[in-house]
């Protein structure tokens, strides 16, 4: 547990110093004071008045940014130090490789979430000045969300870091796998659909293993329980799952996802050559 | 201690160690040599656990790959080319301690030995400290804690000639109850240090020898050298090596490290058209020897 502790603690440590860390907390920190400056929280669109709206609106932007931003700089920072020789050094000391591995994803998780999670905070104590009512049953899921998201991408970048020999590789393999999923939210989705005439559950069916699909689902889900805005698949997911059951899957999905991506990775990395 | 038993490596095709088999005892130093390609980088990972191979190593019955962490608390590691590390000084040494169960105030000893106060740059991250800053600190870590077999890749090549006297000292001070590999593609650079050969050709071992053990890694040279002109070159060449001349520039007089005699006989060899004489005593050696040695040898050119 020391070497764990020691491990993650470097690795933040580490990160705080990069600069890919001072831009991404930018960026989201950059969103929300956005939101702020062009009046979100003042305005009211299909009823979604206050909070509720930036949080949606974070929400929406945080899913197109996150994955690609975890990703990249997942991989780019693991690949990159096993290229640069860091791992050599480092792996020369006597630190187990489970904890070298599961320190690095926790030190990570931790850089990774903690800036988009305050972002969101800094909204609600804005919210709580300008005397907003704060839904604290939405903020705690959108945090949830957030969670497992980061997770999510954090244990895809952690797996394609442990098969990709090179950064280069590395990265263009998070890229395409951010790309892949990205296109399977709507464009390819309804070109398959529309070409094949594929049944409307199968298609349903590969939209709910894209976690970026299922993340966009249950964060649409809070504001609009019917899923009005999803159209006629809507009738297949609340069939299958019904509301609480498919806020459930939302969370638990890309946990599983997230995890199982982590631990394929730890596989290869403890079996393979470590520099 | 070490077993090396018929181990082989390849990558995709290319076979670059291929049966190596070596055993290596303690109070063992093996100058591990061999061109570029050679495949001494991938022994010491091999050893080090951070390959997978085919045959086997074991270190005092225990596999490098699988039992990590026992394997790896008996090695200090200094590798040729510092790994270009963010973390601060101060912090790269509390996490080596840490994983290593060691006192983070014995590598601050070793390295105030070797001539850098780490303290003073506890907040500089690691990638910007210079070249020999960086060696320094990793030969603190491996030195300043407890390890039975010490691995290093160039470990000297950076040093200037005091630290490279001090480090000579550390290694002496462990001798006989650790087991070195020093690797190096030139056998000039560390010869001095070692009692054993192992050189590498095309992933074999070519040849495995015990060589002479006589010079004492701890001792000072006093020497003198007298040139037929001053030449600034030179001047800044020696001074280098703290040499110091009373007689504006024909004679110098300064120390060397025992170890090191070879590496500076190889840089006077770059004036040899200025030298007119050349000597070199070691200190604390006996002084009658020396001069009954001087005495006949005086008789002999007159």
Redesign the interface.
Known sequence: M??LM?TAM?DI??SL??RWFLIYTLIFGGIVVALFITGLTESRVMGFTGLSRTLVTYLQITMAILPVFVLLTTVRSVAGDRE??????????????AAWYWGKIIGRFTVVFLPVFLAMMLAVVWAAIKGAEIPWGQVLFYTLMLLVLAWCFLGIGMLISSLARSADVAQGAAFLTWLVLLLFLDLILLGVMIQNGSSAETVVLIALLNPLQVFRTGAMMLFDPQLVLLGPSAWVILDTFGHAGYLVYSVVYPILVGTLCAWIGYYFFK????? | MIKINKVSKSFRKNRVLDGIELEIERGDRIALVGSNGAGKTTLIRCLLGEYVHEGEILMDGVKPRTQRREVLKKIGFVPQIPPPLKMPVMQLIHFAAGVCDSDPEKMYQVSDKLGLDARQFKHQPFVKLSGGQKQKLLISIALGRDSEFLIMDEPAANLDPEARHNFFSLLASKQKDTAMIISSHRLDEVAALVNRVVELDQGKIVLNDHVADQIDMDSILQCEVKLTRAEAAFAGTVREWGFETSDNGLTWKGPVAGPDRLRFLGVLSRYAGLLKGIQMQEQGRDNQAAQSHDKKRKEAVS
């Open positions: 020391k070497h020691l470097a440590n580490e110093r990069s640069a020789g860091i791992f050599e050094y480092m792996l020369s000391l006597p630190v187990g490789l079996r393979g050559d470590l520099p």
